[in-house]
C-alpha cells in the first residue's frame, strides 16, 4: 500500500520564526490538501493544490505540489501564537469525491 | 458562514453499551464522510456517502458499527456495543461535487471514551 510520510513529527520554535514541514509518499497524487487541527476541533482546510509544480499562498502560509506529485510542503511565515496546533497533508489520488488520506501530522508548538 | 454540525461533542459511556453520534452537513452537499481518529494519528475514513447511498464502507467495522443517511442529508453513526478501543474522536465531513468543489470540510467533532 501506499506510504505517507509527514515530517517534522513536532516542531518547537519562537514566535515570529518561520515553519517548514513537508509530506512524502511512494505513490502519485493528483490533489494535495493540507489542514489545520486544533485541540478538540475538527480539521481546517487551509490550501489546496492541484497541479504538479504549483505554489499557492493564503496569507502567510505557502505551499508547493512537488513535480513528481509524490510531494508537497507547506511555510509559514513569521509565526504567531494561533499557528500552534497540528498540520496535516491530506493528498487525493483522483479529482472526485474520494476519501482523503492523512499525514502522521506536525505539532507545531510556540515557546514564549 | 456554513459549517458542519456534530453532537454530542464529548459522550462518556461504559463498554458494551450502545452509542450514537450525528451529523448535520453543509446545506447542499451530497457527500458526507465519518472518519474515526485515535489520539496521535490523522483521521482514517469509515464510511462514504453520496446522497443516501453508501458508496465505501470498506473500513467500518460492521460487526458493531452502523451508519445511515436515510433523506439524504442529516447522517447518524452508531456503535453496539461499544468496547474500549473505540475511545476517540469521530469527525464527520461533508463536500459538494461539482467542479472543485470536492474539497471536504469538517466538523468539531465527537470524542468518544469507553470506561
Known amino acids: 500500500g501506499q506510504q505517507l510520510n509527514q515530517s517534522p513529527q513536532s516542531m518547537f520554535i519562537q514566535e515570529g520564526e518561520d515553519v517548514s514541514m513537508n509530506c512524502t509518499s511512494s505513490s502519485i497524487f493528483n490533489t494535495w490538501l493540507w489542514y489545520k487541527q486544533d485541540p478538540g476541533e475538527g480539521p481546517v482546510l487551509l490550501i489546496a493544490?492541484?497541479?504538479?509544480?504549483e505554489l499557492t499562498s493564503n496569507g502567510r502560509l505557502t505551499a508547493q505540489f512537488g513535480i513528481t506529485r509524490k510531494d508537497s510542503f507547506l511555510n509559514i511565515s513569521a509565526s504567531i501564537p494561533s499557528d500552534v496546533g497540528i498540520y496535516f497533508c491530506?493528498?487525493?489520488?483522483?479529482?472526485?469525491?474520494?476519501?482523503?488520506?492523512f499525514g502522521t501530522g506536525t505539532r507545531l508548538t510556540i515557546i514564549p | 458562514e456554513a459549517e458542519v454540525a456534530q453532537s454530542p461533542r464529548y459522550k462518556i459511556t461504559e463498554k458494551s453499551q450502545a452509542v450514537a453520534f450525528w451529523c448535520d452537513p453543509i446545506s447542499g452537499h451530497a457527500t458526507l464522510y465519518w472518519y474515526r481518529q485515535i489520539l496521535g494519528q490523522g483521521p482514517e475514513l469509515l464510511v462514504q456517502f453520496q446522497d443516501e447511498s453508501v458508496v465505501d464502507d470498506s473500513q467500518l467495522p460492521k460487526d458493531r458499527f452502523s451508519a445511515e443517511r436515510l433523506k439524504g442529508v442529516d447522517s447518524t453513526l452508531k456503535i453496539q456495543p461499544a468496547e474500549l478501543g473505540d475511545s476517540a474522536m469521530y469527525l464527520c465531513a461533508s463536500s459538494f461535487n461539482r467542479g472543485k468543489g470536492y474539497e471536504q470540510f469538517f466538523g468539531p467533532g465527537t470524542r468518544l471514551t469507553v470506561l
Open positions: 493544490l492541484y497541479k504538479a509544480g
Open positions: 491530506a493528498p487525493r489520488a483522483n479529482f472526485g469525491n474520494e476519501k482523503l488520506t
